[in-house]
């Protein structure tokens, strides 16, 4: 596949479609009640970038309020108990209606039947009753915070979450209603996956994105109803006092973190996955190489789903489970290192002798290498139980998981709204100031996040408020490094939105991808593809064709 | 290469604080060895084989070899370290049995620790030097978790139930303590002081409740007088949580200006408020309940040592 | 095979031709249409089994902690009947809901044939037999209300908890109406969906070339069945 260079590039010499999904149809309606695909894909993309922005907001507010040990932001006084709040409702915004649905819903919505060569999702229908599903859900969250915020921690362990007054019974009516938008959306991929791949398109033939999404579908419905009924019990709890979870009735703290983790854990491998699903796509095409090891990289992608669900305990090591079940989930643990590191290594030898530009995407990418490294390598001395016991509850793990959650996630995440870009809107953005913004991110990122690492080794723990004054200057710098990372997304805000000043003329592909979104125009016609695409080459294969076409 | 363990790790305050300690820097180097093994490629490729008009790369799919080595490999190293973890963690698992026990009550927001002899105190706790000691923990409320950063140990602590954790102090002096498991509005002053000393003086501490407070009654520096004492007495026990100084009315009364005056009970009566009411106040709470306020003012029967009592009576009358 | 309607075509774009009403544009085929919606019921069966599944676990945990007064609880969900204590409304109300399920197979299999008639017959008796569940739901519940035997802050009853303080009974009756509550609301959801299906089938909606969501609501209700017949035993046979 020859990578095609210049912008108004057309394949094939086909005239460009005056009508594409965007301006086919106009007006309100047309997008409220929409079963496109590529349409419900953008709302989320604006939804999610929404509840970015809120949660992000409540971080800047959690940092300033660490800047000194006098707790005031710009003058007013920050209580103890707004600070917890502060970082409850940060957690939860992220974590629920951001994290898990943003590449799901945004990202994968819009490319991933076009990566198969279909019209759309296997059940358009309730692709877009997943959408409203999580704007319900948003609306209940935010009104809890309106109406008397939480202050439990985006975890809401019991005995706490059970008696303290606050909206958490709303709050965790909204993260159950939210958790149905992604069940059914991960029920969607899967059908998906299963039945509407083009003719000649066999499991292995698929894009490495789908590998990773079909993973990151299993995790959403065979873990998320878990979640649903812990909700459930929790709610229950504290309304009726059934004595499950408050030990003054009988019931067991501990046995809520079980329930919890259950889910919660398999649901960071809902956030990581996807990411990885990006990267696969970023590092061929950028290096213009065939990925190395396919098969590898698509076992480990499910490898990672089944092993998520038998590592819970590792949350738990000084909760008080038995001490068999400690070191059952420390060896585990281990376990699930590994597929990760795979990958890793297989998008490092990708790029080896391969013909690298850097663009935007690209930039994102190997931010993504490095910081995930970081990320993946300080998961290792949590899961070692000798040095777990010190770091478990302090900053040393609010460090090592934004590492993967954001610096990882969030930072594919980017790379991939860059990549996709050109394909969605049409429109190709400012590279050089692109390449800028991801600069600044990274550096923004780990001034932020590594002296968190030394806060948590030297005993600060986790949802502190106060702190001993040695730690000062750490938090100074964590908290100019929050700026950092503010900048670097205000840029990029301002840069993909400076695009939609021009007129839609990006080539159908940019980048010389070889997946089959780059075969149709940019934007995409409503129906995807003029002629039903048929498979004719393995995946990334950037072997020049003995006859070009 | 120590100043990087003392910049990243707390004072080691037990011979298993070295050995987390050695633990802990290994895993990091092992880290920084395996961070650029990944980052220098990550950034080398990139510039060694930059974009250049026609070139064809290799089609390079796979490399059995190579991907046997680097998932055997890494799965060798992981069970390595789990066995390491392992090790040390048995070790803090498991209480000698001749360790001294203190019994831990947990609430929201201090520490109520006991001696084996009975004696009680509150968020400042005392220890001899070179033996084991034992603590068996529950809470009265919700989780909390009882962390000492320099023993390097920590475990939360569950109502309803006893959970326990061990060490052997070697290091004199104090080591801090702070509640680690996210415990409602006061969390992050749910803290304290461990001191580790020598027999001598944790003998003088069981007795009388350590030296610190003789500097406040001997009239050696007029800096330090028994008011002050009560004051620093009045945070650390945790009057604080109920009681404000300044008069706003909380849990319990205000100790601005009570000294002396009358204080109207729920009775209907009136009394005076003088020392002996104070004290009463303190070793019985339940005799008498200030109007406009609940009886849920706990006993702090031998929870106050007479100095902590004579300096608390001080410092309320100092409170004009 | 009838050709009252449309036969539908194997192809791979638009043409002019003849389409199902039903075939929605996305599937190629509706074969294609009909494999991958049952494939979507499957998956969200799935769902459905580790939700209850949550409920049977935290069930199974709860009668480890009280074993005693869990054992004795149970007693209260039987009748006496002739001098003996037997559980009669949890047994007629699985042969009701085994019944239905036979009903609904009834209908799916006339659809499949073109009996419309029959068609909205059996599913009309699947949702008297589902309303018939329902009422003798009420009558027990209304029972236990009358006796105080509550979720747990709500418990009320002259029992072995209230005397001894411990939260067995509670807890035990917490469990029973939330995990019978949840199954009852499956059956509500599963009588709006069959009533919406014997409307379409009277309407004439349904035939051999297209009786999709009769099958699948079919396979929902099976779901429903055999979530009872695994909450049966453990409720109402366990002495």
Known sequence: MEPAVTSGARIGDRPRPKKNYLNETKGFKSWALTVDHKRIGIMYLIGTLTAFLLGGIFALLVRLTLLTPAHKIFGMQVTAETYNRFFTLHGAVMVFLFIIPSIPGSLTNFVLPLMLGAKDVAFPRLNLASFYLWIVGAVMAISSMIIGAVDTGWTFYTPYSTTTSGTVTLMTAAVFVLGFSSIFTGLNFIATVHKLRAPGMGWFDMPLFVWGMYSTALIQILATPVLGITLVLLMLERVFQIGIFDSRIGGDPVLFQHFFWFYSHPAVYIMILPGMAIISELIPTFSRKTIFGYRAIAYASVSLALVSF?????????????????????????????????????WLTTMYQGNISLETPMLYAISFLMLFAIGGLTGIFLGTLSTDVHLTDTYFVVAHFHYVMMGSTVTAFIGGLYYWWPKM??????????????????????????????????????????????????????????????????????????????????????????????QTSSPPITHNFEEQPVLEHEPYDYRPKAVTH | ?????????????????????????????????????????????PWRYR??????????????????????????????????????????????????????????????????????????????????????MTSEDVLHDFYVPDMRVKHDIIPGRYTQIWFTPTVLGKHNFTCAEYCGKDHSGMKGFLTVDNDADFAKWMETGGTEWEDYFNGKDPTKTPADWGKITYERVGCNSCHTTDGTKSKGPSWKGVYGSMVELNNGTSVLADEAYIRESMLSPQAKIVKGFDPIMPTFQGLLKPNQQNGLVAYIESLK | MSTT????????????????????????????????????????????????????????????????????????LKQVIGGHLMPLYGSVNTIVLLISSWTMVMGV???????????????????????????????????????????????????????????????????????????????????????WLAIRAKRGDFNSDYYTPIDLVGLYWHVVDMIWIYLFPLYYLIS
């Not at chain 1, 909760?319 to 290594?345: D, M, N, R, W, Y």
């Not at chain 1, 840069?495 to 980048?511: E, F, G, Q, T």
């Not at chain 2, 290469?1 to 092992?30: C, H, N, T």
């Open chain 1, 310 to 346: 038998i590592v819970w305990g590792h949350h738990m090591f000084v909760a008080g489970q038995s001490e068999l079940a400690t070191v059952v989930f420390s060896a585990l643990t281990f376990l699930v290192a590994i597929p990760s590191g795979v990958k890793v290594f297989n």
């Open chain 1, 425 to 518: 809107t049409g429109r190709m953005y400012n590279e050089r100031w692109g390449q800028v913004t991801a600069v600044i991110w990274f550096i923004g990122f780990n001034a932020t996040f590594l002296p968190q690492f030394i806060l948590g080794s030297r005993g600060m723990p986790r949802r502190y408020y106060n702190y001993l004054d040695q730690f000062q200057p750490l938090h100074v710098f964590s908290t100019v490094g929050s700026w950092i990372i503010g900048l670097s997304l205000f840029m990029t805000a301002a840069v993909l939105l400076a695009s939609l000043r021009k007129p839609a003329d990006a080539p159908d592909n940019p980048w010389g991808g070889t997946t089959l979104e780059w």
């Open chain 2, 1 to 45: 290469m120590d100043w990087l363990r003392v910049w990243m790790m707390p004072p080691q305050g037990s011979e298993f604080a070295k050995e987390i300690d050695f633990v802990y820097m290994a895993l990091f180097w092992l880290s920084v060895v395996l961070f650029f093994m990944i980052a220098v490629p990550s950034v080398y490729f």
């Open chain 2, 51 to 136: 974009f250049k008009r026609g070139r064809v790369t290799p089609h390079q799919t796979h490399n059995t070899t190579l991907e046997v080595l680097w998932t055997v490999g890494p799965l060798v190293l992981c069970v390595g370290i789990f066995f390491w973890g392992l090790n040390g963690w048995m070790k803090y698992a498991v209480a000698p049995g001749e360790a001294m026990e203190i019994s831990v009550t947990a609430k929201q927001w201090l520490w109520q620790f006991e001696y084996p002899d009975g004696s009680r105190t509150i968020n400042d706790i005392h220890v001899p030097v070179n033996k084991p000691v034992k603590f068996t």
């Open chain 3, 5 to 76: 309607t449309t036969d539908v075509q194997s192809h791979g774009g638009h043409g002019d031709h003849e389409h199902n009403p039903y075939h929605q544009h996305h599937f190629t085929t509706m074969e294609q249409q009909f494999d991958t919606s049952k494939l979507g019921m499957w998956l969200f069966i799935v769902t459905e089994i580790l939700l209850f599944g949550g409920l049977f676990v935290g069930f199974g945990l709860m009668q480890h902690q009280y074993p005693r007064e869990f054992i004795e609880a149970h007693e209260h």
């Open chain 3, 109 to 195: 299999n006339a659809a499949q044939t073109n009996q419309q008639k029959k068609t909205v017959r059996f599913l009309v008796l699947t949702i008297i037999l589902a309303c018939v569940f329902l009422v003798i739901k009420y009558v027990e519940y209304s029972h236990k209300f009358h006796d105080g035997l509550l979720p747990g802050i709500f418990y009320a009853h002259q029992s072995e908890d209230l005397i001894k303080g411990t939260h067995g009974y509670a807890t035990f009756f917490a469990f029973y109406f939330m995990m019978t509550g949840l199954h009852g609301i499956h059956v509500i959801v599963g009588i709006v969906l069959l009533s």
